[in-house]
């Protein structure tokens, strides 16, 4: 049972467009999200947050909403960048969980052509 | 010194044979957990633990044990290493509490099971 989803494995798009990653959620009891960002060989490193109390969280390029009656959050990239191309993981926190523990989704590969 | 080391960062093992991964943080964080990636699976919660000698199953922990002697180490073991087994491991801290649901993450191990 995957609670967390992200259905487009791969993504394209060219330097200076607009990159859209989306996640959709299962599970009405996650109260927090989160996005984490991937390079080959590394471990995935924090990108940006949200609330479920909040839509749209904004930092520098990067912009996270939530549609909670959807059940869906999304992530804009704004200008894109080639530096951008990464797997980009979106995670979920639920209200019950304990010890803070994260649900992940399966990830997309984005790429940012020059 | 990196917060979080794992080690080894690479392994080839046989079939049947016992398999420790090794994770040691210097954040002091409270949280510890062991996830495996996998191609289209995402990032999947194998064991956690709340503190010293507090540990609790993830979603994928069959085959697996952990050990948390003290905060700054949590060890992975493969009692009997199988073929499926075969994936890369992180191992990621949170501080946890209120509004701390980030994680940090490893490099990563990457074992394969022959």
């Known amino acids: 049972d995957q609670q967390v989803k992200q259905n487009s494995p791969s993504l394209s798009v060219q330097e200076g467009r607009i990159s859209i990653l989306n996640c959709d959620y299962t599970n009405s009891m996650f109260d927090y999200f989160l996005w984490y960002k991937k390079y080959p060989a590394e471990g995935p490193t924090f990108l940006i947050s949200?609330?479920?109390?909040?839509d749209k969280n904004e930092d520098g390029r990067f912009t996270v909403f939530l549609n909670k009656s959807a059940k869906h959050l999304s992530l804009h990239i704004v200008p894109s960048q080639p530096g951008d191309s990464a797997v980009y993981f979106c995670?979920?926190?639920?209200?019950?969980?304990?010890?803070?523990?994260?649900?992940f989704g399966e990830g997309t590969q984005l790429t940012v052509n020059p | 010194d990196a917060g979080i080391t794992q080690s080894p960062r690479h392994k080839v093992t046989e079939t049947g044979t016992p398999v420790t991964l090794r994770c040691h943080q210097t954040?002091?964080?409270?949280?510890m957990y062991w996830y495996r990636q996998d191609p289209g699976h995402g990032l999947r919660l194998i064991h956690y633990s709340y503190g010293v000698k507090d540990t609790d199953k993830g979603e994928v922990s069959d085959g697996y044990s952990v050990s948390r002697s003290k905060t700054e180490d949590f060890l992975l073991t493969l009692e009997s290493a199988t073929s499926s087994q075969t994936s890369v491991y992180f191992c990621?801290?949170?501080?946890?509490?209120?509004?701390?649901?980030?994680?940090?993450f490893g490099s990563g191990t990457r074992l394969t099971v022959v």
């Open positions: 954040e002091n964080h409270r949280y």
């Open positions: 990621a801290t949170g501080k946890g509490g209120a509004n701390s649901y980030g994680y940090t």
């Open positions: 995670a979920a926190k639920g209200q019950e969980t304990s010890g803070s523990r994260l649900t």
């Open positions: 949200i609330s479920s109390i909040k």
